[in-house]
């Protein structure tokens, strides 16, 4: 059975900073034409903004439109058992590159992808939240019908 009492602990918006230092990838929530859109990058934090690298396409377009957007991370602690997540929400803009880019990161974001991944954007944040909670034990999701045979097409 699951706790529904679980506690839930708002980070701080310092805390959020940090956690976000622990990782490199995240999910970048744009508005794109009539809907929103979801996008995995990989991004570095310095001086209280997002950096990311990307090429020309729906991500940076979007991004770099009047709408604002989102930057979703996660992480766990293995020694706490406990997972977070954390959400950046705020305006993007281009770093022109080369010393504006050093000012704001080091070092600066590398990403996955091969290819031309020139543009570097920046997330301004507008607001920073978080949370912390503890990570439930796999068997508490477990029903009768969880050890059962399924069909081939399932």
């Given at each position: 059975?699951?706790?529904?009492?679980?506690t839930v602990d708002?980070?701080?918006?310092?805390?959020?900073?940090?956690?976000?230092r622990t990782t490199?990838?995240?999910?970048?929530?744009?508005?794109?034409?009539?809907?929103?859109?979801?996008?995995?990058?990989?991004f570095v934090v310095g001086h209280g903004t997002v950096v990311f690298r990307s090429g020309a396409g729906t991500k940076v377009s979007a991004a770099l439109s009047d709408s604002p957007v989102a930057l979703e991370a996660d992480g766990h602690d293995d020694a706490t058992?406990?997972?977070w997540s954390v959400v950046v929400k705020g305006d993007a803009e281009e770093i022109s590159g080369g010393q504006d880019l050093l000012d704001t990161v080091d070092p600066p974001p590398f990403p996955w992808?091969?290819?031309?991944?020139?543009?570097?954007?920046?997330?301004?944040?507008?607001?920073?939240?978080?949370?912390?909670f503890p990570?439930?034990?796999?068997?508490?999701w477990l029903t009768?019908?969880?050890?059962?045979t399924r069909a081939?097409?399932?």
């Open positions: 059975m699951i706790d529904e009492n679980v708002e980070s701080s918006e310092s805390a959020c900073w940090a956690l976000l490199s990838v995240g999910r970048l929530a744009v508005w794109v034409d009539d809907h929103p859109d979801v996008f995995p990058i990989n058992a406990k997972a992808p091969a290819g031309d991944e020139g543009r570097s954007i920046r997330i301004s944040p507008t607001t920073t939240s978080g949370r912390r990570i439930a034990d796999p068997g508490s009768p019908l969880s050890g059962l081939s097409t399932e």
